[in-house]
């Protein structure tokens, strides 16, 4: 049974910072996996992705939005998945879910569609 927690969200200053993670449990080996987010009375996009890999070579993917300001990472010893949000605005606002491909050996995908397990959320407000 696979299991996505994510954590680290919070209230911050337009500017700021914030980590969040992603504990992972059950199935998640072999698996790309991403970060998506949901603004009141908007649809979930795509924010970022990172695939699976065998020698830690990953490759990433991010929404233009917070391509320059967000990075993704993952510690597949911890089975926990991160991204690190700098330089925050109001903007950005927004549950913020992670998700498992479905898959194995995928590398990353920015639709929600490859993604068959998904987290709880956790709140991001950015303040002006």
């Known amino acids: 049974q696979v299991q996505l927690v994510e954590s680290g969200g919070g209230l911050v200053q337009a500017g700021g910072s914030l980590r969040l993670s992603c504990a992972a449990s059950?199935?998640?080996?072999?698996?790309?996996m991403g970060w998506f987010r949901q603004a009141p009375g908007k649809e979930r996009e795509f924010v970022a992705a990172i695939s699976w890999s065998a020698d830690n070579t990953y490759y990433t993917y991010y929404a233009d939005s917070v391509k320059g300001r967000f990075t993704i990472s993952r510690d597949n010893a911890k089975n926990t998945m991160y991204l690190q949000m700098n330089s925050l605005k109001p903007e950005d606002t927004a549950v913020y879910y992670c998700a498992l491909d479905s898959q194995i050996y995928g590398m990353g995908s920015r639709r929600p569609e490859p993604y068959g397990y998904w987290g709880q959320g956790t709140q991001v407000t950015v303040s002006s």
């Open positions: 059950g199935l998640t080996s072999r698996r790309s």
